[in-house]
T-cell receptor, first 113, second 113 residues
Framework: GENVEQHPSTLSVQEGDSAVIKCTYS??????FPWYKQELGKRPQLIID???NVGEKKDQRIAVTLNKTAKHFSLHITETQPEDSAVYFC????????????WGAGTKLIIKP | EAQVTQNPRYLITVTGKKLTVTCSQN?????MSWYRQDPGLGLRQIYY???????DKGDVPEGYKVSRKEKRNFPLILESPSPNQTSLYFC????????????FGPGTRLTVT
């Protein structure tokens, strides 16, 4: 079955710098890749997603890139701010998988002032 | 307001005392799911449901039961809780017809002593 690996488990960056979190997946048939953000004490919330017919998607300071050949996708956050501090989860899914998401283990992003 | 609700939000109980955590969504979503979240282990799926009367096991179903008698409700039942079920539990829902975003409830913090 599908397996999603996420790295690093913890990432500490200076405020204003960029942060990159990477995920690799094993099932070449996966075609939907969302990223969720979970602030401390809160529920996970979708921040951006990408489908396999697109190589990159941006939304203001965040972007996701997908490399289908290498089977990995990454979350990029530019000009990091204190409110970006959170745990970020990647996930992968197939259209025929009954909406099932296979989750990465999460990355704790720390923004240093 | 579109939302997923869970009750109770916090629960401390003793080993062996049956409990139910309720989950309800008002978005007419077909798909509902239960996750548990433990430090360093990310989100692990317990059970999910594709629609009324259709449920299936996730990755960690042992010790849990679910039912889906109505589309909006998906209760999680612990017939005989044990200390290793101490965790943070999230309910989530999604509609495949409008995308695969999963909407999470606020979480239930369960402690079994």
């Amino acid at each position: 079955g599908e397996n999603v690996e996420q790295h690093p488990s913890t990432l500490s960056v200076q405020e204003g710098d960029s942060a990159v979190i990477k995920c690799t997946y094993s099932d070449s048939a996966s075609n939907y890749f969302p990223w969720y953000k979970q602030e401390l004490g809160k529920r996970p919330q979708l921040i951006i997603d990408i489908r396999s017919n697109v190589g990159e998607k941006k939304d203001q300071r965040i972007a996701v890139t997908l490399n289908k050949t290498a089977k990995h996708f990454s979350l990029h956050i530019t000009e990091t701010q204190p409110e970006d501090s959170a745990v970020y989860f990647c996930a992968a899914s197939r259209w025929d998988s009954n909406y099932q998401l296979i989750w990465g283990a999460g990355t704790k992003l720390i923004i240093k002032p | 307001e579109a939302q997923v609700t869970q009750n109770p939000r916090y629960l401390i109980t003793v080993t062996g005392k049956k409990l139910t955590v309720t989950c309800s969504q008002n978005m007419n979503h077909e798909y509902m799911s239960w996750y548990r979240q433990d430090p360093g282990l990310g989100l692990r799926q317990i059970y999910y449901s594709m629609n009324v009367e259709v449920t299936d096991k996730g990755d960690v179903p042992e010790g849990y039961k679910v039912s889906r008698k109505e589309k909006r409700n998906f209760p999680l039942i612990l017939e005989s809780p044990s200390p290793n079920q101490t965790s943070l539990y999230f309910c989530a829902s999604s509609s495949g017809t409008r995308g695969y975003e999963q909407y999470f409830g606020p979480g239930t913090r369960l402690t079994v002593t």
